[in-house]
């Protein structure tokens, strides 16, 4: 074949069928970003890449770059299956969010190998503990993607005026909280919620912070508001209604 090769790790983030046999696969690789790859024969019976092209695979992938955008996966190897987290629906359902929020924010082939090592640490969290499929978890995984991405949210002083004190608010325009003169276009952050986010920025996945629903939801609207001004991007809740 023409073209190049390059070995890099990768989690599989969507598989998707494609014609008779292949599957088109969405990749978050630690040394390219994102990036799609097309796995020919793959549904056969006799693949010589098993059930391995599945989402939430952490994998050692090796990809061919020809003409077009499309990779072509030449060779694969497994880190990691995950097998626990496919045992358990929330723990799947997190899985599935945490990968779709990691391909949204991060959809160009620009390198982030901490965020490669961010969604690898997630997974097997998951893996290993699934009872840790929770909101409080979602949303500290996508605060420290926000500040991955340059876009944490202004916590230490009004983002308006600088003031320290007073801070009742949170403006995505402003892209922080926001004290009590400057909270027009705000929404209110109680201090549970950021108490919650100073928190969840501060320390590891694994020592996530919890809070209550109420704060929590103050959390998710303060992320989605920041995404929606400086990414203009919508992700889908951080939990689904899974009962
Ligand atoms: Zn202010």
Redesign the pocket.
Known sequence: MAGRGYRTEAVVLRSLRFGEADRILHLYTHDRGRVSAIAKGVRRARSRFGGRLEPFFRLRIELHEGRGELLTVTGAQTVEGHVGLRGDARALDAAARACDAVGRLFETSEPHPGVFNLLCRKLYLLDQHPASATRAAALAFRLKLLLAAGLAPQLGA?A??G?REHLVGFSGAAGGV??G??EGASFPLGEEAYRFMTGALGRALTEAPDASDRALGQVERAISATLEHHAHLRLIPAVGRLG
């Open positions: 009004c308006e005026c003031e926001v004290c003169a400057c």
